[in-house]
């Protein structure tokens, strides 16, 4: 069996995975953005590659003898762009199979700004000639670690501009898990494309009810209005174009459009999504 590179291997997906695939004694290449970032997969034992978006000379070595590709790409103005040189490079490899970390909705017709670029990457993938699947998650649980998580332990609150949309929140390990799955046998997942969501659609009041529970402290959700929520995330100076992406997506949980909830990691991995009541437990030292 052949290298398997993955991209984005210092996030929250890409970390998990290719752990998973080592312990499935594939062999795994680490796409990094530096050889510092390389160095805990370096104790590892487990190869890297060195893969700038922005320099597309490095994809050509990266990409050297890769058998399977898994593509995810950063939240970034760019990533269209990048997503096509990726895809063209893998092509001009001869790279056999690509797995790509879409999102859930994604569509490049339809009216969030997010899900039309994932859907114009997907597309171009469609397009290419290789072999592949597609993953398309729903937001992430560790959402509530990564990017709240500072604002529910110092003020006890999630300010959010989500109204009462509810959100089928996936956790991240489930997703590589679903993912290693796919990598580690291709054959039946090709040109197949899968929604995974967790197992229960919730609002950000009963979210916040859980981590309440777990942490012996009153968490309140505040539904902010639109304008409160794009300066919070200017003062923190996220760019002009992630705001708007996270404010469609905002839109999008407050329309109810975040709430399908699905069998598909059962289906990939063989057990059960993880409920967010469980991640709450293993993540309630964060919030204490």
Do not use: C
Request: proline letters at 3%; a neutral charge.
């Amino acid at each position: 069996m052949g290298k398997i590179l993955v991209t984005g291997a210092t996030g929250n997906i890409g970390s998990r995975l290719v752990e998973q695939l080592q312990e499935r004694n594939l062999e795994v290449i680490a796409g990094v953005s530096s050889l510092s970032k390389g160095g805990r997969f370096a104790k590892q034992g487990i190869a890297t590659a060195i893969i700038n978006f922005s320099r597309p000379e490095t994809l050509e070595t990266a990409l050297e003898g890769v058998e399977r590709l898994f593509l995810l790409l950063p939240l970034a103005e760019p990533m269209v762009a990048w997503g096509r040189q990726v895809i063209a490079a893998a092509r001009q490899a001869g790279v056999e199979f690509v797995l790509r970390s879409s999102g859930l909705g994604a569509d490049p017709d339809i009216g969030y700004e997010l899900g039309q670029a994932h859907g114009q990457i997907d597309q171009a993938l469609r397009q290419s000639g290789i072999p592949f699947a597609i993953i398309r998650p729903n937001s992430f649980m560790q959402n509530y670690v990564n990017f709240f998580g500072a604002m529910i332990r110092d003020q006890q609150a999630l300010n959010l501009a989500q109204g009462s949309g509810r959100i089928s929140l996936v956790d991240v390990r489930d997703i590589a898990a679903a993912a290693a799955a796919i990598l580690a046998e291709p054959g039946g997942h090709r040109q197949q494309a899968y929604d995974l969501t967790g197992p229960e659609a919730l609002d950000n009041r009963e979210i916040a009810g859980i981590i309440s529970r777990v942490i012996g402290k009153t968490v309140t959700y505040h539904d902010i209005d639109e304008e409160t929520y794009r300066q919070g995330m200017a003062r923190l100076g996220v760019p002009e174009w992630n705001i708007r992406v996270l404010e469609s997506l905002n839109r999008r949980i407050k329309l109810g459009l975040t709430a399908e909830v699905n069998s598909q990691v059962r289906l990939l991995t063989g057990g059960a999504a993880t409920p967010f009541s469980r991640f709450a437990e293993e993540n309630a030292a964060f919030w204490k």
